[in-house]
């Protein structure tokens, strides 16, 4: 089973892009996720993921995600890799999103 659960802020506010074959719609962002832990200094730890929403999903979410926002996120981790023009090869980890649930309110949301 590849399912996976986080917990985070959206670093930078993504924007809907379009797939140039297919034209489906797309957005990815980083999801900063600090860890359970601390490191030997007593410093809070963060990890900054790759989240990636598809289709129907990324339309309705877009006006939603913003930078700072905190968010829960499941999905599916997607791990893959390119070749550069000289020949390496590159890999990659991102998320994609099945489902988010925010976990704040946008600032023209919260109530008195």
């Not at 030997?40 to 900054?48: A, S």
């Not at 999903?57 to 599916?76: D, F, P, Q, T, Y």
């Not at 981790?77 to 990659?92: A, D, F, H, M, P």
């Amino acid at each position: 089973m590849n399912k996976v659960l986080l917990i985070g802020r959206i670093v930078k506010t993504p924007e809907l892009r379009h797939t140039t074959e297919k034209n489906i719609p797309y957005l990815k962002f980083i999801l900063a996720v600090d860890r359970e832990f601390k490191n030997i200094n007593k410093d809070k730890e963060t990890d900054f993921i790759q989240i990636a929403l598809w289709g129907r999903i990324a339309e309705s979410l877009v006006e939603h995600l913003e930078k700072g926002r905190l968010i829960n996120v499941i999905g599916r981790l997607k791990v893959g890799s390119y070749e550069i023009q000289e020949g390496e090869r590159k890999y990659y980890a991102e998320i994609i999103a099945e489902q988010i649930n925010f976990l704040d309110f946008k600032k023209e949301e919260k109530t008195n």
